[in-house]
């Protein structure tokens, strides 16, 4: 298996805790370049500072809040100078609890947080993966 990500762009969506970090932690020693996207700058900043680069990456990230898919497509389009080849979608909630207790407007947010914003981000980097003749996305969400 070839596990060498150098010269890869790898876009991690949630990656100041969880599994978004985690993946972000795990591909940079790997050789990807990483952006992070997160809604919070200051743990985006604390989470660059402790990405490995030893394969000469310049690692970045993005400020971005799921809570909007508008909102999401102009941070991209602002944001966005590079071909990503690898697009991790990972976001958080909807909160737990019985089902019979959630509120139709949370319903909406999670639709739009885990199927809509997603889609924004694959439109946003399967152009650059076709170019490249490489692509990977992986969709992480919570039930």
């Known amino acids: 298996m070839n596990l060498n990500f150098k010269n890869k762009n790898a ?46 990456q310049e690692h970045n990230y993005l400020v971005a809040d799921f809570s909007n898919p508008d909102s999401l497509k102009e941070t991209l389009s602002n944001g966005i100078s590079k071909i990503y080849h690898i697009l991790l979608n990972n976001t958080g909630g909807p909160k737990g ?27 946003a980097v399967v152009p650059g993966m076709k170019e490249e003749n490489y692509g990977r996305i992986i969709n992480i969400i919570s039930t």
């Not at 020693?29 to 900043?45: C, H, S, Y």
């Open 97 to 123: 609890g019985p089902i019979f207790n959630a509120a139709l407007t949370e319903f909406t947010a999670a639709f739009s947080q885990h199927l809509l914003c997603n889609q924004v981000l694959v439109q």
């Open 11 to 56: 876009l991690i969506c949630g990656s100041t805790a969880g599994i978004g970090k985690a993946s972000a932690m795990e591909l940079a020693p790997l050789g990807a370049t990483i952006t992070l996207v997160a809604r919070n700058e200051e743990k985006l900043k604390a989470v660059l500072s402790e990405l490995p680069s030893e394969n000469g």
